[in-house]
């Protein structure tokens, strides 16, 4: 079992920054991949970003390109999720998942199917 805790959320500006956390406990792994998903009201989940080991192991969704950075502290167990230069349509509940059993030969998924771990999720709103 792993368990997510998400923290960082909260009410922005439009063009500013917030910082998540996902503090990852119970059987974690290096080797897994970790991902940011996100919820408006009304729509579906969706991608954010993923990560396996690093900074060149990492994938985005083509909305939060140049503006969100996703991160590991390994020692920690926790995953990062720099957003900056936020605008309204970044509102919604951000959910953290771990795929647990991926290959670690293969990029971090973009699929929420994929994913088999889930934080209980942080609300981020960003105001016009």
């Known amino acids: 079992q792993v368990q997510l805790v998400e923290s960082g959320g909260g009410l922005v500006q439009a063009g500013g920054s917030l910082r998540l956390s996902c503090a990852a406990s119970?059987?974690?792994?290096?080797?897994?991949?970790m991902g940011w998903f996100r919820q408006a009201p009304g729509k579906e989940r969706e991608f954010v970003a993923s990560?396996?080991?690093?900074?060149?192991?990492?994938r985005y969704a083509d909305s939060v390109k140049g503006r969100f950075t996703i991160s590991r502290d390994f020692a920690k167990n926790t995953v990062i999720l720099q957003m900056n230069s936020l605008k309204p349509e970044d509102t919604g509940v951000y959910y953290c998942?771990?795929?647990?059993?991926?290959?670690?030969?293969?990029?971090?998924?973009?699929?929420?199917?994929?994913?088999?771990?889930w934080g209980q999720g942080t609300q981020v709103t960003v105001s016009s």
């Open positions: 119970g059987r974690t792994s290096n080797n897994y991949a």
């Open positions: 990560i396996r080991r690093g900074v060149g192991d990492t």
């Open positions: 998942a771990a795929d647990t059993d991926g290959s670690i030969w293969l990029p971090p998924p973009i699929g929420s199917r994929q994913y088999n771990y």
